[in-house]
């Protein structure tokens, strides 16, 4: 089908999308989206209403976005050489049309004639606020500029969509492009059994399926390699994985040094361009920091908080090593912390990560977190039948009503209200594989209207997905995971959910369409619920028996919360700090390091190690993945868990599974998008502005009061 991308069935059709598709599919969405501009723009401005203008601009790109939605996903798990040059084909003509919108001279006169007309004023609230923030949007994309400026910004916005996309292309070959083989089962010394046997599975799949082989083979996917670096009593073997790691994106040919300060000058530049001192101040002016130095200083206000508990702990570990070893104390190699600290947690708390597996295996972790939801939220999740179409499965093999998912192990979910009114659907996608990007992420596929909102008055749901890279299943055993994957599970359906219930009666203002250090209040504060008993109790069931997490058990895991709390939220902070300093100071990296830069001002932020340890810089897919993503945003991580610690205070005080509080959560937080300024919202749900104590006390750095 030469269009295929461009099918509007709620159920995608993925075996139709195919890479020679990728053009005339996207070619078509951009003339028709242009030819919809085009009329919006040439209209008699004496009949200007918001539904021929900004309504019918939201409309216009809405196929388009579409459609390119599934070339990136298909990009993101299904990653194939056609379908990547297919997509980098279209990638600049993808950019430069959506670079060009807010560029349009006579769009822009039309929209702001309308935007400052006594009709405007008159709109309802929520109306009024998609105005103003289409307004803001355009202006801080170069409406209104002088036309040499307008074309340099287009010329920045192609460059930065095209090497962003190789960035990323560069973190996941290199990523592919390593592996390392072990026929001595004495180098697994210390690995847990799960571990050893995901070794093994892999090692004779990369053998071609030969089950009489014995050979463990590991790699840079996160489920491969963090127990060796967690666990593995062979040095050798911990020091060549880190180093494999450390050295992402830096080697040829997959180098992006000359990528990641090509990136940051062409985002300084369109910041200068746009009168903002940098990229910070241009992307923090519409989100709750609202500049560069203010989330600086709330990172550097963290900072001062902890680091008293921060540098104990250091000295914790390095005494706690030399005591085990004889050695006198001192940094430790970097390939060391996470051995050595999981050493001190055992001998703390006679406890690992690795003791919960058993009570977490993916099936039931799912179906609990579906019941919380269903029984908090006030809605049901029900899983369809899904198949995948592709060699050995022809299409007559389909089941009666199954749904099409783009990988076997792909699944669907169906999500209603307790009136039985279909709310949305999701796709998910949890194990790694080659031709799947590193992570963990949620994403929009399709976002629906309140069915007073729609044309015919019936609900249009939302679509939308999550996906991980968690750890497998073996052959006799289902996939059990690790409690953090466990959080990154429900922290992903924090997002879903925040798409799915969305009321919003304007699709660019619903669900996760807000401001990213708001984004992850709903997500973060799903990760709770992983803490507690009485949810505990709703999904963490032993794969043999069913039994509950013994009380025991549960009571290490919860003393063992906050072990080396510092050093975790210091880590954080050490990201957010680069981050906001990389895009605040750009312009001095042209005559200094990117390396020296970030070592210099990371030096009170990482633990010291005797060999250095480079940062994330060329691999962080977060900040240099995409043209703008969390870049000069990663502070929203802890922003937005200060948020989420103080808000869950109010389950904690009513009940954990209360669900006058989790109806409330939904109604004033999950349903409401971007309909009212992120602080406001907070507000109504919690009554007061946010506080941090909650959060200093989650983590064990601060007494309750």
């Known amino acids: 089908m ?15 999308l ?39 601009l939201e409309a216009a790109t809405e196929p388009l976005s579409l459609a390119w939605n599934k070339v990136q996903h298909l990009d993101a798990v299904c990653n194939s050489p056609a379908l990547r040059d297919a997509m980098n084909h279209m990638l600049p003509r993808v950019t430069a049309f959506q670079a060009q919108i807010p560029l349009n001279d006579t769009l822009w006169a039309v929209l ?68 390392l083989v072990l026929d001595d089962e004495s180098r697994l010394e210390g690995l847990p059994e799960s ?30 390699y963090l127990p060796v670096l967690q666990f593995a009593e062979d040095e050798a073997l911990r020091s060549q994985v880190w180093s494999a790691l450390s050295r992402i994106g830096r080697d040829d040919p997959y180098d992006n040094t000359v990528l990641l300060k090509e990136i940051l000058a062409l985002r300084h530049e369109k910041s200068r361009i746009l009168g903002k001192p940098h990229f910070a101040d241009l992307i923090l002016e519409s989100r709750m920091a609202k500049t560069g130095e203010q989330a600086l200083q709330f990172v550097e206000d963290l900072h001062r908080r902890i680091r008293g508990r921060f540098q104990a702990e250091i000295t914790e570990l390095e005494a706690f090593r030399a005591g085990q070893t004889g050695q006198a104390p001192g940094p430790l190699e970097p390939w060391d912390l ?76 169906e999500v209603r209200d307790a009136c039985g009114e279909h709310l949305g659907s999701f796709y998910a996608d949890w194990h790694p594989r080659e031709s799947k990007r590193s992570g963990a ?59 799915l219930l969305g009321e919003v009666p304007i699709k660019s203002l619903n669900g996760i369409h807000v401001v990213w250090d708001f984004v992850e209040l709903p997500s973060q504060i799903m990760e709770n619920f992983c803490w507690e008993r009485e949810s505990l109790d709703r999904f963490a069931r032993h794969h043999l028996d069913g039994s509950a997490i013994p009380e025991d058990l549960f009571q290490k895991m919860r003393d063992a919360r906050n072990f080396q709390s510092a050093i975790v939220t210091m880590r954080q902070l050490s990201f957010a700090k680069m981050d906001l300093e990389l895009h605040m100071h750009s312009a001095e990296l042209e005559n200094a390091g990117v390396e020296t830069f970030v070592d210099a001002i990371l030096k009170d932020y990482l633990i010291p190690t005797r060999t250095r340890r480079p940062a994330n810089t060329h691999s962080f897919l977060h900040l240099f993945g995409s043209a703008t993503g969390y870049a000069a945003g990663y502070y929203s991580y802890k922003w937005a868990e200060v948020l989420d610690a103080d808000a869950f205070t109010r389950f904690q005080a009513s ?34 502005d946010p506080s941090l104590d909650a959060l200093l006390v989650r983590s064990g750095l601060a007494e309750a009061a």
């Not at 599974?657 to 919690?686: C, H, Q, T, W, Y």
Request: net charge negative; aromatic share 10%.
């Open 655 to 688: 009940g954990i599974l209360n669900p006058a509080v989790g109806r409330e959560f939904r109604e004033k937080i999950l349903s409401r998008g971007n309909a009212r300024d992120p602080a406001e919202l907070f507000r109504d749900f919690m009554g007061r």
């Open 2 to 16: 030469e269009h295929s991308f461009l099918d509007p069935a709620f159920h995608v059709p993925w075996s139709e």
């Open 441 to 499: 992420w949620m994403n929009t596929l399709r976002t629906g209207l309140p069915p007073a909102s729609s044309p015919d008055g019936v609900r249009e749901p939302h679509l939308g997905l999550m996906c991980g890279n968690l750890t497998p299943p073996l052959e006799d055993r289902p996939a059990l995971l690790s409690h953090r994957e466990v959080e990154t599970v429900f922290h992903e359906f924090g997002h879903l959910l925040h798409h």
């Open 112 to 179: 702001i004639a309308f935007a400052e007309s006594p009709a405007a004023a008159s709109l309802d609230p929520i109306r009024k606020r998609f105005v103003e923030e289409t307004v803001r949007d355009f202006r801080q994309n170069g409406a209104g500029l002088p036309p040499e400026q307008k074309d340099r910004v287009r010329a920045i916005e192609a460059d930065l969509a095209a090497k962003t996309q190789k960035y990323s292309e560069n973190v996941l070959d290199a990523t592919n492009a390593w592996e």
């Open 18 to 56: 195919r890479p020679e598709s990728v053009e005339p599919s996207i070619d078509q969405a951009l003339a028709t989206a242009s030819s919809h501009i085009d009329r919006i723009a040439a209209q008699d401005r004496a009949g200007l209403s918001f539904e021929n203008t900004f309504l019918a």
């Open 195 to 224: 571990a050893r046997q995901a070794a093994l599975e892999s090692g004779r799949h990369a053998a071609g399926g030969d089950a009489s082989q014995t050979r463990w083979r590991f790699t840079l996917h996160a489920p491969s």
């Open 338 to 413: 996470a051995y050595w600290s999981e050493k001190l947690r055992q001998q703390r708390y006679a406890f690992s990560d690795e003791d919960l597996r058993p009570w977490f295996p993916l099936d039931r972790v799912l179906d609990g977190m579906f019941d919380i939801a269903q029984s908090t939220f006030g809605i049901s999740i029900r899983e369809r039948p899904a198949y995948f179409r592709g060699p050995g499965n022809p299409a007559e093999s389909a089941p009666a009503g199954a749904v099409e998912v783009w990988h076997q192990e792909a699944r669907f979910y």
